[in-house]
């Protein structure tokens, strides 16, 4: 995992937990053995100020005899230090375990919390019980053949490698989908299978075409909606922030639980929202701002669909940084040109969610329950007002919900769960295939990245590197295997 992580809940004397942060009183140690002689480790310690920490770390080499010291006062805390089995490798080692149930199980994806959310893989694919490509993938080809308006990708992952060939104008974002591929392949010996990927926003298979003679077309998408057949993964922008926690992104899902500056009673009893002018009802919503400014704080950052009504609904607001959203109790949630891909932010920051009824959803929305894991709004706003005086005038109920969500996003939406939830969609896919998996003609190979860095370090077991053969294959070697097809 680009970042590891663990929770410390503190306790008092009498083992039952603080709601109010201790303070810097916890220090936090790794240690380890490698070929450099130690275990280098960069640790990030993050206080949610409600008496728990979420501990994040890095690692830069193949380390062993691995161990986390962690102290409160000088004094080991419970069961310090805590030792890993087996070799602890950094994220950008290429280091895969050849047995997938296996990686799966360790993991942590086969827990109950994992399976529930795995249930929604289950239900996203049942249109699909046998899929033949050969079929049918000229077909899906010339039905997306629109290069001004869609882009699509056709994957094929043979040998845990990764290869594509991309349709369309805009194709910059196979970067997102090359990149979790790839991370997962350095994790664990991925099945072989075949997928075409929509590179947009809007999902693109109607329900309505479905039900004419025409097959139903297998999309991976990164939003759904309530007339579509899209099978939906992690938004690009949740996968991004999974893969460069503590890297090139400052907003992931810890990193906003630990910079959540006030706790919720010194939080401005409003709702808050910042955005740009992506739909009707975030001009509405701003007008509703102006009506009421003692219930809601909320002003446009850019104008780009409505520039004619900036004189009206502006001047534009300067950016802040989304910490800062959390110096108010209620969050307005609104869609954009699609689904508001803020939303598993806006649950981890602890604030009550006011969110916008709606067609669209991410992967995980079906799991969201309405007043336990957030409070819905009608989706032309007319109740808004109402439920903001509702939630002042019931703060332990609105702290309640708040709290719930922040659960939720912690057990569901966290760095572990976005690559399990990749890893179960994509097994579960790839039982789905009847049609034989070929690398073919014209695709590219998305290829694992050189170690440039000369921190890391890495020394993969011999055993699961031949079992994966992946390294001393050479390109030739890969297209004979693949036998590219011309289709």
Known sequence: MPARYFYIHAVNSKQIRLKKSPGDVFSIEITGDSEDKSCQAWVNVLDRKDGSFIVRYKVYNSCYNFQIHIKYKGLKVAGSPYSAVGMVHADECDCPMSNFDHWFERYGCAGENMKKMHSVITSNLRPFESVNFTATRRYIREKFNHPGSVSICNYVVKNNQVFRKCYGQYVGFKTFMDEILL?????????????????????????????????????????????????????????????????????????????????????????????????????????????????????????????????????????ISFFKFFDYKYQVCLDGTVAAYRMPYLLAGGSLVLKQDSDYYEHFYSELIPGVHYVSIKSDLSDLVAKIKWAKSHDKEAKRIGEAGREFADQNLTPQSIFCYHAALFKAWSTKLVSPVKVLKGMGQAVQKEQTSKLIKCACPVKETEESNRTSRSKKQVNSEGKRDEL
């Open 183 to 319: 991370s997962l392949a350095r994790k664990v010996k991925l099945p072989d299978f075949e997928l075409f990927v929509n590179l947009g926003d809007w999902p693109l298979i109607r329900k309505e075409d479905a039900s004419s003679k025409e097959p139903t077309i297998p999309m991976f998408s990164w939003c759904g909606s309530k007339d579509t057949h899209d099978i939906i993964m992690p938004t690009y922008d949740l996968t991004e922030a999974t893969l460069g926690c503590m890297g090139r992104v400052t907003l992931d899902m810890l990193s906003v639980q630990g910079n959540v500056e006030l706790p919720w009673e010194e939080r401005i009893e409003k709702g808050f929202w910042r955005g740009r002018d992506s739909r009707l009802e975030r001009l509405q919503l701003v007008a509703l701002s102006r009506e009421n400014p003692d219930l809601l704080n909320a002003s446009l950052t850019n104008f780009f669909f409505f520039r004619d009504k900036e004189e009206i609904y502006g001047p534009k607001e300067p950016y």
